[in-house]
């Protein structure tokens, strides 16, 4: 599995998803390749924003060595799954990927917990530090949910 996690500006909320999900997905013994990236291109090159690598770090998952990269419409061959923050992630990722968009290959990652209610995973970028520890709870049981969901499925074919 491919997996992409996409915000707006790639250095708060989709380093921690990318983070938390390829760790998980690691001690769930799953070889996945799990990448993040951003619609706006403003924070290309950067490494996650400081709160979020603090928060990461107190719960054990290091992205330090992340570096932010903005969305491209390749994206969509080159992964088998597109994980958006919130609606206007979807909007922004639908109007920059033409032809190459694929409703089926997309979904905002909260409604792995709460299915079709489109609930965003909040952008704590303009508020303290207790939004990002927030928001690394809710990617950390979405990110729960997507593992069980797969393990689940690779033990009902075997
Ligand atoms: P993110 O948060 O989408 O969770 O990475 C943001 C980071 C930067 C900006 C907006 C949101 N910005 O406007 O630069």
Redesign the pocket.
């Known amino acids: 599995m491919r997996i992409l996690m996409v ?8 380093p921690l998803a990318e983070g938390i999900l390829q760790q998980k997905a690691g001690t769930a013994g799953l070889e996945w390749r799990v990448e993040s990236a ?1 619609t ?1 291109g ?2 290309t090159g950067e490494p996650p ?1 400081h709160l979020s690598t603090k928060v990461a770090k107190l719960n054990g998952v290091d992205i330090s060595n992340q570096r932010a990269r903005q969305f491209v419409k390749e994206d969509f061959l080159n992964y088998d799954f597109i994980y958006v ?1 919130d609606s206007s992630n979807y909007v922004d990722v639908k109007h920059m990927s033409g032809t190459l968009w694929n409703e089926a290959k997309i979904d905002l990652l909260l409604n792995e917990l709460y299915p079709g209610e489109n609930r965003a995973v909040p ?3 303009y508020g303290k530090e207790d939004g990002y520890h927030q928001v690394y709870e809710l990617i950390d049981a979405a990110c729960d949910r997507i593992i069980q969901k797969h393990t689940q499925e690779v033990r009902a074919t075997k």
Do not use: T
């Open positions: 915000c707006l500006g790639n250095i708060c909320r989709s951003g706006g403003w924070h924003h923050m952008d704590p970028w």
